[in-house]
């Protein structure tokens, strides 16, 4: 039997009046998606326990089937892993995404314009690290670069004891006077990485251009040392890992998966989604049982208001992810298993993650069941299926 796990972040929503009171789920076209959902078994996940935040790190270790509750330390020492940094026991990870602020004097009064820098490239983010590196790392604090706009700074001997520190991408558009850390010691790093970046050539640029400046440091996801469960050993499989951000890599390598980077993955719509589908039948063909395909887009898009983009990104994962992989595993006549699902919701209308209950199809090539005509949050409603706490989805989707 081989598994595979086509995961589209963030592609649940909510109703959309532009859309005829539709989600972006139901009105995009998606053939491949439709064509298994009439005999797959379909219903609802909680992905993220109340209490918990509903980040993509809390959301796609339930989906992989760990209780969050018990193996989860925080986002950005997974992040971490994945770029090599080998962590100590008293060392604090955190996120730093390179953002756009506003250039107002006093960083109380700027504004987040822009959580991603307008994606920069991560060529570019590495000269912009670089040169913070020369004049904040010490022996207290190192930056390191990672992907795009999504890097990292280590807190040697560091606390978690440091109050308020919020994701930037929650707060774009709002002022920063009451989002910013409240450890003096990150505020500050904050500040001065702005007075260095501003005016760097490389902004001054990108700002010529047409382009945002990443212009600050941004810190938020801080945590220990991940550590997971062999996911081949607990599900006595050859697993990999397909996916942009080091998130996912991150716990591709900490539960010992095979991790793949695909030249040209972005995590947004304009990623190398024919690349990430070679990958996956390549790790087919060269002996994996299992394979998580992970996929940014939808929730990039989310993050940033793009309806029709989030619309077009479903879309294109159907058309040129899901359609090949699939006609590749009906091609061997092996049984397979198809799981679609989001990791949580990011919907328009708020521009960040949710909690909700989120839609996911399980597609057995050996067994039929009554399905619905196409995956969306209103059809999976109509099953009256549940899976809460959601952690068990995984362990239904191997071993049932």
């Not at 539709?22 to 379909?42: D, F, G, H």
């Not at 520190?165 to 989002?179: A, L, M, S």
């Not at 505020?187 to 640029?205: A, C, G, R, T, V």
């Not at 993955?265 to 998580?292: C, M, P, Q, R």
Request: aromatic share 10%.
């Amino acid at each position: 039997m081989k598994y595979v796990v086509f995961l589209l972040d963030g592609m649940a929503d909510y109703e959309i009046k532009e859309l005829n009171n539709r989600t972006p789920l139901e009105v995009a076209y998606k053939k491949n998606i439709a064509s298994m959902s009439k005999t797959s078994y379909v219903g609802l996940i909680k992905s993220v326990e109340d209490g918990m935040k509903p980040g993509s790190d809390v959301a796609n270790l339930s989906i992989l089937g760990y209780d969050p509750k018990k193996c989860y330390t925080g986002r950005s020492p997974l992040e971490a892993g994945s770029i090599g940094i080998d962590m100590k026991d008293t060392d604090v990870s955190l996120r730093c995404n390179l953002v756009t602020v506003s250039e107002e004097a006093n960083y109380d009064d700027k504004t987040i314009i822009d959580y991603c820098a307008g994606d920069i490239s991560t060529s570019d983010a590495k000269i912009l690290i670089d040169y913070l590196k020369q004049y904040m790392d010490n022996d207290e604090f190192t930056l390191y670069s990672g992907v795009s706009y999504r890097h990292c700074l280590i807190w040697n001997n560091g606390t978690l004891n440091i109050g308020r520190i919020t994701p930037p991408h929650d707060i774009t558009g709002k002022p920063v006077r009451n989002y910013t850390p409240e450890n003096k010691k990150l505020y500050d790093y904050m500040k001065k990485s702005f007075e260095l970046l501003n005016n760097h050539p490389l902004n001054i640029e990108r700002a010529k251009k047409g382009l945002n400046k990443a212009n600050s440091c941004w810190f938020w996801g801080e945590g220990k040392r991940a550590k997971l469960d062999d996911f081949n050993k607990k599900y006595n499989i050859k697993a990999t890992m397909i996916s942009a951000v080091d998130l996912l890599k991150g716990i591709g390598k900490f539960s010992n998966m095979n991790v793949v980077n695909v030249d040209g993955a972005t995590g947004y719509i304009d990623t190398n989604f024919k690349g990430k589908a070679e990958a996956a039948i390549n790790a087919f063909k060269n002996g994996s049982d299992f394979v998580y395909i992970h996929m940014e887009a939808p929730d990039e898009c989310g993050h940033r208001g793009e309806m029709s983009n989030k619309i077009k990104s479903i879309e294109m994962i159907d058309e040129l992810v899901i359609g090949p992989v699939v006609d590749y595993l009906k091609s061997t006549k092996e049984d397979f298993k198809v799981l679609v699902t989001p990791d949580h919701a990011t919907p328009l209308a708020v521009r960040t993650h949710t909690n909700d209950l989120i839609p996911f199809m399980i597609y057995d090539s050996k067994k039929i069941y009554n399905g619905v005509d196409n995956l969306s949050e209103r059809e999976a409603k109509t099953t009256g299926i549940v899976i809460d706490p959601g952690y068990n989805l995984m362990d239904k989707f191997i071993k049932e």
